[in-house]
């Protein structure tokens, strides 16, 4: 039974890029929330995804976007990047009507130079 | 704003002791709250959680109690191992029914174990 995925491992940008994390939910996972993570803090919530729609945000601007898939896969979108951007972003996946458990990926370490 | 947060900011101990690590949360509204243990490059890996309508529960190695009347949550490691050494978040909720609704984290606790 896969857990939730995520790709890439790493990713380094520069100011004012673009950039697309990927996560692939849990085997029988149908909800997927983004988190950011700076060093040394706990994860900040940036918005969650069921049925292919968000359902709820955090205190993100909107250079934050995401999708969700009809597999319910997941995607991440950073617009015109800043240096505080830089953090890992962790993938969570929950199953809708049976639990509130969120269960985290690896997650993607992106660096903004 | 109300928000999750820890008292100790690290936690050292003896390999075969009994850890305890604390959280004091703050919103009334949550009634889900849910331990990880995060390595270091690593994601959080989901340890125990706990309802609001529960003051105890146990798994393998860990106990996790809930004091609604002092909003107060701790995460009991028996035996403490090497392996056990991470940083340790609590994170709460408030259940809109179903998964529903953001993990709100504290800034966490390392747990340092020494052989």
């Known amino acids: 039974d896969a857990g939730v995925t995520q790709s890439p491992t790493h990713l380094i940008k520069t100011r004012g890029q673009q950039v697309t994390l990927r996560c692939s939910p849990k085997?029988?996972?149908?909800?997927v929330s983004w988190y950011q993570q700076a060093l040394g803090q706990g994860p900040q919530f940036i918005f969650q995804?069921?049925?292919?729609?968000?359902?709820q945000r955090g205190n993100f601007p909107d250079r934050f976007s995401g999708h969700q898939f009809p597999n319910y896969s997941s995607e991440l979108n950073v617009n015109a990047l800043l240096l505080g951007d830089s953090a890992l972003y962790l993938c969570?996946?929950?199953?809708?009507?049976?639990?509130?458990?969120?269960?985290f990926g690896p997650g993607t370490r992106l660096t903004v130079l | 704003g109300e928000s999750v947060g820890l008292h100790l900011p690290t936690l050292s101990v003896q390999e075969g002791d009994n850890s305890i690590i604390n959280c004091a949360y703050s919103?009334?509204?949550?009634?889900?709250f849910i331990w990880y243990k995060q390595e270091s490059g690593k994601g959080p890996q989901f340890i125990i959680d706990?309802?609001?309508?529960?003051d105890k529960r146990q798994g393998q190695r860990v106990t996790v109690l809930l004091n609604k009347t002092v909003k107060h949550l701790s995460l009991q490691i028996a035996a403490t191992q090497p392996g056990d050494s991470a940083v340790y978040f609590c994170a709460e909720k408030k259940n809109y029914g179903g998964s529903q609704g953001n993990l709100i984290f504290g800034k966490g606790t390392k747990l340092s174990v020494k052989p």
């Open positions: 919103n009334s509204a949550s009634d889900y």
């Open positions: 969570a996946s929950s199953y809708e009507r049976y639990t509130d458990t969120q269960y």
């Open positions: 995804y069921y049925e292919e729609e968000e359902r």
């Open positions: 085997s029988g996972h149908d909800t």
């Open positions: 706990i309802r609001s309508n529960m």
